[in-house]
Each structure stands twice: as structure tokens, then as C-alpha cells.
């Protein structure tokens, strides 16, 4: 089972970028799917998730009205819309997968850095 986080990089605060989880090994409609961010030094902090059974996606606090979590079965993927984004959303952003019934997320993603700086 690999998860491909992709799309992060430099952007300036108020810019928007797209984090895309690509799965192989796993059909992303059977596992719950979460975008978490972590910060060196910082917990790791849980922005969204997809759930199994009706695809709809529930956000943190810190990402509601900020962030669009979305799920493409045919690509076999996850995305992470952000929108005007501000220099202390810069993190590293994995994606995680998690089995039906289960409490931990079994699989992860290597992450990708986003970075908002001016």
C-alpha cells in the first residue's frame, strides 16, 4: 500500500495551493481518508477527513472555510483544496488512510511541504 502526497510548495499568504493523496494498493472509497499537518517540533494536527460510507468530509476547526477536502474513485485519489493561506499553515501535510471499523490510521504518506512566506 503506498499513499503519494503531492502538490505543496512555495506560496505566498494569501495564495491557494492543491495537495492531491494519490492511493495504490487501497480504493480510496473503502478507507477512510484523512489530511493532517505537522510542524517540526509540533504535534501532528488532524485537518480533515472522508469518511467510507458517505464520502463527506469534516474539518478541523483550524481548516472550516479554508479548506476543501474532495475524493475522486476513479482516479483512485484525495484532495486538499486551501485557500488563502497564511505563513502558519506552513507544515509538512500527509494524507492517511484507515480501514473500515478501525480506531488508527493504517497507512501514511511521505508528506509534502507547504510553505506560505512572502
Known amino acids: 500500500v503506498q499513499l503519494q502526497a503531492s502538490g505543496g510548495g512555495l506560496v505566498q499568504p494569501g495564495g491557494s495551493l492543491r495537495l492531491s493523496c494519490a492511493a495504490s494498493?487501497?480504493?480510496?472509497?473503502?478507507?477512510?481518508i484523512g489530511w493532517f499537518r505537522q510542524v517540526p517540533g509540533k504535534e501532528r494536527e488532524g485537518l480533515s477527513c472522508i469518511s467510507i460510507s458517505d464520502g463527506v468530509a469534516e474539518y478541523a476547526d483550524s481548516a472550516k472555510g479554508r479548506v476543501t477536502m474532495s475524493r475522486d474513485n476513479d482516479r483512485n485519489t484525495v484532495s486538499l483544496q486551501m485557500n488563502n493561506l497564511k505563513p502558519e499553515d506552513t507544515a509538512v501535510y500527509y494524507c492517511a488512510a484507515k480501514a473500515i471499523g478501525g480506531t488508527a490510521y493504517d497507512y501514511w504518506g511521505q508528506g509534502t511541504l507547504v510553505t506560505v512566506s512572502s
Open positions: 494498493g487501497i480504493r480510496v472509497e473503502y478507507y477512510a
